[in-house]
């Protein structure tokens, strides 16, 4: 027998079941619209979302049950998440725990936390999704900014990317997922953004040799 859920009135698509899980949509990359989830461990922390693949919150609720019924809900205490089941719901800006702690502390804005999500579902899902995420090391991710540089990105552009991840590993180490962070005394790529430098009244003239041209056209 399924146990007893409460649910309230629904509010910007989330619906509350009491005790054992929240169902929340979130958009995919493909504009799909899919149901996620996040459950609770024995001590009533919530656990990271992740998708049931369904589009409806009823057909989510039957998914989440069934997983609770047999016991898979809650992944194992031992288990140690891939990149990929790590970073479901990461920069939600509603739901993730890392962008409600930042909020807390500092300013941050919508735009940084859609640049952040789009890093990890177009850039580091597709090279770390599958890896464990005690498995990643630094050559993985030395790999990984190789692999950047050959697709044309320029060293500023990939050091976003990797900010990204950093953040993403760090808060691992945090939530007690991994136990140490393989790149945390990795270093960026040197800055190859040009430098912008504004002319002086002076030097402009000297450039467009206004200096040379008699008093009557100055």
Request: net charge positive; glycine share 6%.
């Amino acid at each position: 027998m399924y146990p007893l859920m409460t649910s309230f009135p629904q509010k910007e698509g989330i619906m509350r079941l009491h005790n054992d899980f929240t169902l929340y949509f979130r958009v995919i990359p493909s504009g799909k619209r899919v149901v996620y989830y996040y459950a609770y461990d024995e001590n009533g922390k919530r656990l990271y979302g992740k998708s049931t693949g369904e589009t409806t919150m009823t057909a989510a609720r039957v998914f989440c049950n069934r997983l609770l019924k047999e016991g898979l809900l809650v992944q194992k205490k031992n288990h140690t998440p891939t990149f990929a089941e790590y970073a479901q719901g990461w920069w939600e800006w509603d739901t993730c725990e890392y962008l409600k702690k930042r909020r807390k502390r500092s300013k941050i804005t919508k735009g940084y936390a859609d640049l952040a999500k789009w890093n990890v579902e177009k850039l580091l899902l597709p090279f770390f999704g599958q890896m464990r995420m005690d498995q990643i090391t630094k050559n993985d991710v030395e790999a990984f900014l190789d692999a950047e540089q050959k697709k044309g990105y320029k060293n500023t552009t990939i050091n976003g990317h990797f900010g990204t991840l950093k953040t993403m590993m760090i808060e691992a180490v945090d939530r007690g997922v991994i136990n140490r962070n393989p790149i945390e005394k990795m270093e960026k790529l040197i800055n190859d953004r040009k430098e912008i430098r504004i002319i002086t009244p002076e030097e402009f003239k000297r450039f467009c040799g206004l200096h040379t041209l008699p008093i009557s056209f100055r």
